[in-house]
């Protein structure tokens, strides 16, 4: 037996050393510094191409799906109620500043994540839900990934559905966004992988039954339904996901990490018109 323990830490500390947790791992303080090391691939694919290889391997059958029902739908419904919806000290609802429907949203999202100089960083439309509920009426903050929260979250994005996508990287939220770019192409984790290298490097290759996606449409469908899942989640619990499969600690939602990740992400695909609630395997 003690043979055995032997060999399993051996086993153990050359995992470490070959993989060490949290290999290339740094702070992010939003200053805009990139380490060194941080190698930028050239994409694997264009995003015509990709789209061309998604419909090989996957035809038509999530947007059959989807037009036979998308599951998110019904949370979308919750959102509606949720946003008319009187809460806390003040007597208001979401829809008390912004419209019964919603109308003085139409677009909004499409400019998140945004820089805010209260918040010194970068806002998300899912974190200015809680702070209007908290600032605006006097209302609990909603916890992160909580279907009350998503279904509010989706709601809000869906009055912008079809608008293109138009988040701004100049003047104080360039630093975030070099941040955000930085934690994309850095390997981290046991397995030392990093985002870039299977979504640029890589996109458009199989990993077992799955395609890789290249990184030109990852914020503009979110929160969606995954069949994977089995629920509608959001682009940040993507991003947990990623992290636990290469062996790296994710962050909580809406760190100044995950924040300056979808910035990142978001900018890459400026120009995408929002459609959500999404649908994906």
Not at 96 to 103: D, I, L
Not at 147 to 165: F, H, R, T
Not at 214 to 237: C, I, V
Request: positive net charge; glycine residues 10%.
């Amino acid at each position: 037996m003690s043979r055995l323990i032997t060999r399993t830490l051996i086993l153990v500390a050359c995992a470490c050393w070959v993989f060490p947790l949290g290999a290339g791992r740094y702070a992010l303080a939003g200053d805009g510094s990139t380490p060194p090391g941080i190698k930028e691939y050239k994409p694997n694919i264009s995003t015509q191409e990709y789209e061309k290889r998604y419909k090989a391997v996957y035809g038509k059958f999530t947007e059959q799906m989807a037009q036979e029902g998308n599951p998110a739908d019904f949370m979308l419904d919750d959102g509606k109620d949720l946003f008319g919806k009187v809460e806390g000290a003040a007597g208001k609802s979401c829809a008390s500043c912004h419209g019964a429907n919603g109308e003085k949203l139409k677009g909004v999202a499409a400019t998140y994540p945004k820089y805010d100089p209260e918040l010194k960083g970068i806002d998300t439309v899912a974190l200015q839900i809680n702070r209007c509920r908290k600032e605006q009426m006097g209302a609990p903050e909603l916890k992160y990934e909580s279907d009350p929260q998503l279904a509010l979250e989706l709601y809000v994005k869906s009055l912008s559905n079809g608008v293109p996508i138009n988040v701004s990287i100049a003047g104080p939220a360039k630093p975030f966004y070099e941040a955000g770019k930085a934690f994309y192409y850095k390997r981290y984790g046991q397995f030392n992988f990093s985002c870039a290298l299977c979504h640029v490097k890589y996109a458009g290759h199989m990993i077992r039954a799955n395609l890789l996606s290249n990184n030109r449409h990852h914020a503009d469908h979110w929160p969606s339904y995954r069949l994977k899942w089995g629920a509608t989640g959001s682009l940040q619990r993507r991003f947990r996901g990623c992290n636990k499969n290469v062996r790296q600690k994710p962050e909580p939602f809406q760190s100044e990490t995950y924040r300056n990740l979808e910035l990142y992400l978001t900018y890459q695909a400026n120009g995408v018109p929002i459609e959500v609630p999404g649908f994906r395997m």
